[in-house]
């Protein structure tokens, strides 16, 4: 039990996906201006990573090495398939705020990674946990940045106006460029903290 | 006319670095020194090129005819991945020269947001042939404009006394930013 959590835990801030891996950074910055949309992508990611490890490390005995990219591509490629007819059907206006980058959710490199790094090497329960531990730091991460993003670059939170009617929002956080610079000192701020966190274990 | 405003469009306006956040893990990856940023730009380029060729051959004729569109994000991803594969082996068998140079750029790109983009995006505003095409080159030629300016400025900021926790990585993000809002001086230059 203690084990599972710590393969769970290592992916919220140690191994953070996006703060720390800076794998699949794309979606970071492009789906991020608003927290509901966030959320979905977060959940999503969280959702595609989570079955594709145990997926992979289901048939990992039966893959030959030689192919095992393309089987773990074709895993990833079919459960995104899934999730995109599920938001279609469900969510369409959601579906549409997320446009492209719900398809690119197949060549984000930090599933691959998680596939290859630890799914094709253990056990079912382990690579589960290990694929919702990792997903859930890439879906902290996401909310982080889009509530920041959200409230202070529009001044609303989910939709609702939290900031009083006066506040004029400066643009900057919502366009890209906000993006680009509000990551950076999010990475600065995570890498001081994962520093702390070993600093105080040694 | 309207494939030079679709290319300026694709180089800067919509420079797919800078305002469309795709490729950012080899943008952050490779972007340390100025050659290398050369050789990526190119392989990306002539990639995505002809991966959207493909891409395009078989969306209209085998996808639509038989009604497959929703297998779209599956049959791309295979096509460009063992296409860049493909791509690989030949060019180490006639070409050793060449693959020694950008050979390490191809696997890299194999599975990529930037290269999978191009087709979809093709897929998702119906274009032409002629057009993607067009939008592909263009796009290609964003992706390596904004890697060698990006590279050029890190070779710069070698010299520089960055704060510790900001260095690398943060540091590149903030960089990163400060050239989307000078590309921001584009927008709405050209409107598609």
Known sequence: MKELWSIFNKGLILENPIFVLALSLCPALAVTSSVIVSLTMGLTVMFVITANNTVVSIVRNLVNPKVRVPVYIVSIATIVTVAQLVLQAYLPDLYKALGIYLALVVVFAIILARAEVFASKNGVIRSFFDGLGMGTGFLIAMLIIGAIREIIGSGTFLGIQVMPASYNAPLMLVLPAGAFILIGYLVAGCKMLVQHIEKSKA | MEYLTLFI???????????????????????????????????????????SIMAWLVYTYVLVPFK????????????????VQLLEMIIKKHAPALYNMWGVYLLLIATNCVVLSVPLLNVESSFSLAKSIVHAIGSGAGFGVALVLMASLREKLRLADVPKPLEGLGVAFILAGMLALSFLGFSGMISL
């Open chain 2, 9 to 51: 469009s694709a180089v800067i306006v919509n420079n797919f670095v800078l305002t469309r956040f795709l490729g950012l893990c080899i943008f952050f990856g490779v972007s340390k020194n100025v050659n290398a940023s050369v050789g990526m730009g190119m392989a990306v380029t002539a990639v995505m090129t002809l991966s």
């Open chain 2, 68 to 83: 497959l569109t929703f297998l779209t994000t599956v049959v791309f991803v295979l096509l460009i991945a063992s296409f």
